[in-house]
C-alpha cells in the first residue's frame, strides 16, 4: 500500500505551559516568541531559560521549535540580534520565521539555522517565492488571501515547502498590510501591538440613523472539512492561529486536528462518525462563527460576521491534572473554582472526554473544601485516561 503524505500539525505556543500542551495534545511543531523581535507582543514570550526548556521538552517528543523573527527592524535593533540568534542555534531552535530582509541577512551571517517566511511578507505567487528560495528561505507560510490550489502550485514550481492556516482567527486586511490598529489606537499591529481594532462594534450614521455592527470582524477560519484537500494538495505544514489564545484552546484545536489527520492517513476519508465529535469540540473553545476563508473559492461579505453570536466561552478550564493515584484521585492544580457536586469534564490526548462527579473536593492534606480556589492544589475522583497535563473543563452554567 501506498503511504498516504501527513502534513506536520503546526501549534501556537504563547508560554511554556501551552507549548507542552499543545505538543502532547498531538501537535507535531510549535511556533513561539522570545522578548524581542517577534509580533506579539501581549503574548507571555519566552526567556532564555523557558525557551531552553521548550526546545528539550519538544526535541524528547520528536516535535519542532520555529522561533518568531517577523518583526521589520530598525539598524539599532539588527545590532542587538546576533546574540540571540547565537543563543538560538546553541539550544537546537528548528526554524525561524522571518519577514525582513535585513533579519534574514543577520541570520545567514551568525547561524545555520532553517529560515521561514512569514506571512507577513505577503508571498503570493511562484516568482516572488522563487526569489524567497534563492535568498535562502526554506519555507513559505502563505496568507489567509491563497487559495488550495495557489498554494499547490508555488509547492511543485519552486520545491519549497508550503505551510498554510488551517485555523483560527483571521485579518480582515491582507496579512502584514494593515494599520488600522496604529490609526483608532495608536498601537503598531506591524511591530507586535495591534488592539484587533477591525473586531471591534463600530456606529455608522445614515440617513439620521445609527447603525451599530462589526463591520470589518472576520469570522474565523475552522479548516477541518477541508482537510483532504490540504493533505491531497500535499501542504507541508498546517498552521493554528493563537499565540495570545488559552491553553483550552491550544489543547483543543492540537487534539481534534491532530487525530482527524491520523483518521485519514489510516482510513483515506473522513466520512466518519467522528467529524461530529470533532466540530463540537471545536464549538466549545471560544470563537466566532466559522468560515473557510479563500481556501476553495474567495472569501465574500460573509466571511465577515455581523452579528456577536457565538463568541462566548462555553467552557471554562477548571485545572490542569499534576498528579494521577490509579482508581483512587486525581491532583489537580485549581485554575477556576468548582464546588462538590459540579460536574466537570477531563480532555485525554486522545479519544472522547471523560465526564468526572466531583463527590469529593478536598486539600492533599485530605481537608474537604466547600468551594475551590484558583492556585490550590486539590484532590478530586479518578478517572480512567486520566494523565498529567490533561486538561479539566465545566460547562458554564
Ligand atoms: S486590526 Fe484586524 S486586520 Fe488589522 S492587523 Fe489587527 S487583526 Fe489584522
Redesign the pocket.
Known sequence: MTKRWVPELLAPAGNLEKLKVAILYGANAVYLGGQKFGLRSAADNFTYEELEEGVRFAHERNAQVYVVLNSFLHDKELDELPEFLEFLESIGVDALIVSDLGVITTIQNHCNIEIHLSTQASCLNVYAAKMWKEMGVTRIVLGREVSLKEASKIKKETGLEVEMFIHG?????Y?GN????NY?QGRD??RGG??????FEYSLDFEEEQKKAYF?S?KDLEGIRVLPEFIDCEIDSLKVEGRMKSHHYVGTISKVYSDAIKYYEKEGHLLSEDMKEWETELRKITHRDYTQASLIEPAGADSIYTERLHDENEYVVVGVVLDVHEDDHLVIEVRSAFRPGDTLELVPFSGPSQEIEVSFATTIMDEPYEKTKPGYLVKIPYVKEAQKWNIVRARLS
Not at 169 to 173: G, Q, R, V
Open positions: 482567527s483571521m485579518c480582515m486586511a496579512s494593515c494599520v488600522i490598529s483608532t499591529s506591524n495591534c488592539a484587533h481594532s477591525c473586531r470589518m472576520s
